[in-house]
């Protein structure tokens, strides 16, 4: 595995335990949302936060959380949690006895439910013995000897067995060890697999021996105050629960989120969008549960101006406490990266033209650098001056005036970039780094929500700061940024299973990513002025599958951001909705940040893939009739 997988992965809360992660929580507006006393489902892509914001509603977690605001959720948190985190190994194993017992359809399910149904209560039995411990309970041992004797009972566990939590916790994982034991022998064939027959407990259901499980501790810990208090009622926790088999998704979307029991909640992590047709069929297309009378959403990525501002303020606060742990409490972000202003960029590439110094500095006012961009911009590009003119504006002498105003603040970004990225006679520069992505709140939107990102993008810039001169250079800004977004770009094209064939042809999460973002790029560069670009896309019903699952990759992997989300569990899969690139890859194609007109993604793949040479060589029959545009 690559070091930039390693190395983004490292800050993954799943391998941090409830009080390393609430040594760095800060709460946003997503958790507050999460503390409500419903069943949830929180969406984002991979590393939005949502496995931090579910173990931060652990008792554990909450009882070493040091923040102003802890003892409150404290009190308000309704109910008491169980953290229950999917393992990737449960569908991988369904695979796996898929193809042993291809002819029993039957066997992989039975054993496929009997290890999460053991999973399930071996996280109850960890949230029951973390309360007991935080309860500080005189008798607290006396009332765990009589809870393990009730479970051991009521889940029928194996005799004789120490009435202990940790007893009941090795039992289980002692059943899942001869669950694996049995699998390896029918594999290489030591056991018959011929009429098997299996103990009750792997026919099971999880959701009636929870029940039980959480009854008994109520009826033997409700004289205890610190248990009662959240009048013992419990919220199970399925963190990723998009790499769960796709039988234990139907069952929590189909049946549990409609469950009448009022003392069992479900707060489950998910991608940003839920493909109900691909998973369940056609046929369970009028079961998709109801939002906001089964569940409510919770969205953890940038998507409109309101989460917008909301992210921003939390990347203020982790921000400074990063500078406040690792450099000083007296310095603010500000004071590290200065504001955007997008002219800057020019001052610092071509102070001779545009003057830093310059005191004219009204926008569009005769001889300020916003002036000049037009009016040169203008003699160097024919498209560009017609625009202008066919808009009532002199190109020789744009100077202010309401009209002039509205017309020119518009395309300024576009304008600065095409400027800068075409040279006299429509020659385009190759790519470099570039000084147009620097300070605040540039830097953090280009994190697009996704608080890992945010990490990991000002750990670079850490080594950099200097007390006593903080303000880092723009241009040494720029250069880090690009490399960021280089890396981020590395990592969203290495990541396992990100590539699909076509016959002799290879496309890999990268080489999609690269076709979107050249063509954006062409649109700002182009032959044409164009002031409202393209810089979205939309997936028609023409795209072939292989490609759509490669885009719903990219979308849970956070690197393209899904917009206007009406929808949250979709009939119609990804088709006809609004995607861009993440903001994290606008750096490294040379793009601004806009959101502009949409294309469908067919036409993308039409002029930057099958028009490349090596496509046409193949004499367009590459995809094997599964691309055909």
């Not at 102003?68 to 008491?80: G, H, L, R």
């Not at 590290?336 to 997008?342: D, K």
């Not at 830093?356 to 009204?362: A, V």
Request: hydrophobic residues 35%; contains cysteine.
């Amino acid at each position: 595995m690559d070091n930039n997988y390693l190395r983004y992965e490292s800050f993954n809360a799943r391998y941090l335990s409830f009080e390393e992660v609430a040594s760095t929580f800060i709460p946003n507006k997503e958790y507050n949302e999460l503390l409500s006393n419903s069943h949830s489902v929180l969406m984002g892509p991979r590393g939005c936060g949502k496995t931090t914001l579910l173990k931060m509603l652990y008792p554990q977690a909450l009882y070493a959380w040091n923040h102003k605001d802890a003892s409150t959720v404290m009190e308000q948190i309704p109910f008491w949690s169980v953290y229950i985190p999917t393992d990737s190994q449960w569908s991988s194993q369904l695979e796996y006895l898929n193809k042993i017992f291809e002819s029993k359809p039957d066997i992989p399910l039975v054993i496929s439910n009997a290890l999460v149904c053991i999973n399930v209560l071996t996280s109850l039995c960890n949230s029951f013995k973390d309360l007991i411990i935080l309860s500080k309970d005189n008798n607290a041992f006396d009332k765990e000897t009589e809870l393990s004797i009730e479970l051991i009972n009521l889940w029928e566990l194996e005799k004789p067995l120490s009435p202990s939590l940790y007893s009941i916790i090795q039992a289980l994982n002692k059943r899942v060890n001869e669950i694996n034991i049995s699998v390896k022998k029918w594999r290489y064939s030591y056991q018959s697999s011929k009429n098997i027959v299996f103990p009750n407990y792997f026919y099971d259901d999880f959701l009636p021996l929870v029940t039980m499980g959480c009854c008994a501790f109520q009826e033997i810990f409700k004289n205890i105050s610190f248990v009662n208090q959240k009048k013992f009622k419990w919220a199970l926790c399925f963190d990723e629960l998009e790499i769960a088999p796709e039988w234990l998704q139907k069952k929590i979307y189909t049946e549990y989120l409609r469950s009448t029991n009022q003392s069992l909640l479900f707060k489950i992590t998910s991608t940003p969008l839920i493909d109900w047709e691909k998973i369940y069929g056609k046929e369970l297309a009028n079961t998709i549960p109801s939002k906001g009378n089964d569940y409510t959403v919770i969205r953890t990525w940038v998507y409109n101006s309101e989460t917008r501002e909301n992210w921003k303020s939390f990347c203020e606060k982790l921000f400074s406490d990063i500078l406040i742990k690792n450099i000083s409490a007296n310095l603010k972000p500000l004071d590290i990266f200065g504001l955007y202003e997008i002219m800057n960029a020019l001052e610092s590439s071509e102070p001779q033209t545009f003057n830093p110094k310059n005191t004219i500095t009204k926008d569009f006012a005769k001889d300020s650098n916003s002036w000049k961009l037009f009016v040169y911009l203008a003699r160097k590009d024919k498209s560009f001056k017609e625009y202008l003119e066919s808009n009532g504006v002199n190109p020789e002498n744009p100077d202010y005036n309401y009209k002039v105003n509205e017309v020119l603040r518009k395309i300024k970004p576009i304008a600065v970039f095409r400027y800068y990225f075409i040279k006299t006679g429509k020659k385009l520069r190759t790519r470099k780094t570039v000084p147009f992505y620097f300070g605040l709140p540039y830097l953090y939107e280009l994190t697009d929500g996704n608080p890992r990102a945010a990490i990991n993008l000002i750990t670079e810039f850490i080594p950099k700061i200097d007390k006593s001169k903080p303000l880092i250079p723009l241009k040494e800004q720029a250069n880090i940024i690009f490399n960021f977004s280089k890396l981020r770009l590395e990592y969203f094209n290495n990541y396992p299973n990100a590539l699909v064939d076509f016959g002799k042809l290879s496309i890999s999460l990268g080489d999609l990513l690269e076709a979107i973002g050249s063509y954006f790029s062409k649109e700002i560069t182009g032959k044409d002025f164009k002031p409202e670009p393209i810089t979205c896309f939309k997936i028609d019903k023409d795209t072939p599958k292989k490609i759509v699952d490669l885009v719903y990759l990219a979308l849970n992997l956070g690197a393209i951001q899904y917009l206007d989300p009406n929808e949250e569990i979709s009939k119609d899969s990804l088709f006809n909705k609004k995607f861009r690139l993440s903001y994290v890859l606008h750096p490294y194609f040379n793009l601004p940040k806009r959101v502009n007109r949409s294309v469908s993604l067919t036409k993308i793949l039409n002029t930057e893939i099958l028009n490349r040479k090596e496509a046409m060589d193949y004499n367009n029959s590459l995809f094997q009739n599964e691309l055909d545009f």
